[in-house]
């Protein structure tokens, strides 16, 4: 069942530094799992994907566009950042998620890549989404 949400998104990492913004976007509700899916309100409107999985539990991040990205979180697991241009670069990165809270309306993921580690550095995703009838 797909319906239009409002989507507020936030990325901070322990050096103080924090990307946020409030955006329209659609989530798509399946058995298996839930699509989330908006426009970064960043350089470009990047698309952007989010599928979550509970019953694993796992997340994917995917953006489109010049830079793509694909993201995997699964906590206590280390998994692959990969990023692309078209310009044939590739750029691959061993990330750690400590924390993956999957709720009704929201998702939080802590996480650390490898290149992070060396700097003590972690990041933290929020993302919280509402349905637009019940903004009203």
């Known amino acids: 069942m797909k319906q239009e949400v409002q989507l507020i998104f936030r990325l901070s990492e322990t050096d103080g530094t924090e990307i ?3 955006t329209k976007g659609i989530i798509d509700q399946q058995e298996e799992k839930t699509r989330l899916l ?3 309100e960043l350089e470009g409107n990047t698309p952007t994907i ?3 999985n509970p019953h694993i539990p796992r997340v994917i991040l995917k953006r489109l566009g010049e830079i793509r990205t694909y ?3 699964q906590v206590n697991q280390v998994t692959q950042a990969i990023m692309r241009t078209d310009f044939n670069y590739e ?6 998620t400590t924390i993956l809270e999957i709720g009704t309306s929201s998702l939080r993921i ?3 890549t490898e290149n992070d580690k060396e700097e003590n550095r972690q990041h933290e995703l929020y993302i919280e989404w ?3 009838m019940n903004q009203k």
């Open 91 to 96: 750029l691959k990165m061993a990330t750690y």
């Open 50 to 52: 989010i599928e979550i």
């Open 71 to 73: 993201m995997e979180y």
């Open 110 to 112: 802590v996480y650390q």
């Open 38 to 40: 908006f426009k970064e």
């Open 130 to 132: 509402h349905s637009e």
């Open 20 to 22: 946020y913004f409030e």
